[in-house]
């Protein structure tokens, strides 16, 4: 009972008023680079809301309309923002500003109540009333963030605001029932709880939206940590699954490039035993011996870049983007398939627009990229025709855009829609990961790879786009 005598509910209220002052504003600079709506909303209706317990605090300095009718007021408007910008933390499934309208209108409702009938309860009944509604709301949308987002700070401001629900209920129920007289600022037991709940329901709450955001920045630093690591094992096995496929490719091509090498290496021979018959001739003639040895050389560079670029095709690097010349990516693969064009017959062109600009890639999962759609175009040659493939690298303003566009059998519409997807193939003996690896590469290059149909005549187009740099 000393306790009671000595607690002075006025000064409660404007020790209440402070702490609606001071806590908020430490949320705001605390969250100032989440540079979040929600926070400013909730800290305006700190603002609101301490100016009105201000004003309740000192009903016996301020005249009547103004300290207690205005004040109330803005403690419903303070709440009604703290219950918008909760609403807003939700992901605003719902809205919250039609709140502050009903706010505002039942604090003049209240205050008509009071002013022609100041001996009821009916108005503090309303006030409250309202509050608990709030509060109510507010309990639903702090537990619905904390239950979505897995968040211990949201369970923190939920349980906060139920006890706030709480303590106001039972108020509400004594002044209704006649235990207690309706008077906000009423001294005793019941003005005791209800300044405590409002002190430490903003102590709290704004703690706890602090914490709500500290744990968002935690998850999206795991969850940065997390799309990090997946990249990584994504980029290392599209590296395992490219090689493996390269092999593949190479071993498919491996008697074309037999015959291709062998055709510098019968030269070799050639040339070796025309030098030899020519060094037992006497007199020695060094011209001739000059041209032998000429064409030796010249045999055994055209085997060296054959080897050399079956090699670079073959090693097993891993990703490395640095400046890459499409135009040299379309030139390696065309020197890669060389035999098989000659020995095909397939007519081959290239062509480009606008100027040079390198890409940021990896050469030989590029060359891979366009190997494998040279190829399928190959392969998916009509019979009897002659096969002719037009390569065309555009650089435009945004993109660089590579072109492949054959005049083979094409792709129906349910054909195209497949096009791409991990073991679909339109080849009897074809294993459907070829244009599914090169997906992925493209993915890793930030391009895309789409298909559709020449503008004129059968065939396919197939477009490789990359950022520029």
Known sequence: MLLLDIYHVQTAFLIAAMVFTIMPMITWFSLLREKSRAVNVWTAGSLVTSVGLYLIGLRDQIPDPVSYGVGVIFTLLGNALHLQALNMEDGARHRGWPWLIAALAIGCIKEWVRVENPDTQAHFLLGYGCLIIIWSQSTYYAWHVSQTEQSLAGKWLAGMHVIAVLTFAWRFTRAWLGVTHGNAIEQGFDGVMVTLTVIFISIISNVAIIGLYLERAQARALQGEIDRERHRINAELTNDIAALDRQRSMGELAASLAHELGQPITGLLMDSGSMQHALRRSPLRPQELHQIVLSMEEQAQRASQILKGIRGFMQ?????????????????????????????????????????VPILGDFVQLSQVLLNLMRNSI?????????????????????????????????????LAQFGEPFWTTKPDGLGIGVAISHRIMALHRGTLTANRPDVGPGLRVVLTFPRP
């Open 316 to 356: 097993p690097a891993t990703t490395q983007f640095v400046p890459v010349d499409l135009l040299a990516v379309v030139h390696s693969v065309r020197q890669i398939l060389g035999p098989v064009i000659a020995d095909k017959g397939i007519g081959i062109s290239v062509s480009s627009q606008g100027a040079t």
């Open 379 to 415: 392969q998916a040659r009509r019979p009897q025709e002659r096969l002719h493939l037009h390569v065309q690298v555009d650089y435009a303003n945004d993109v660089v855009r590579l072109t492949l566009e054959d005049n083979g059998q094409g792709l129906n519409d349910e054909q």
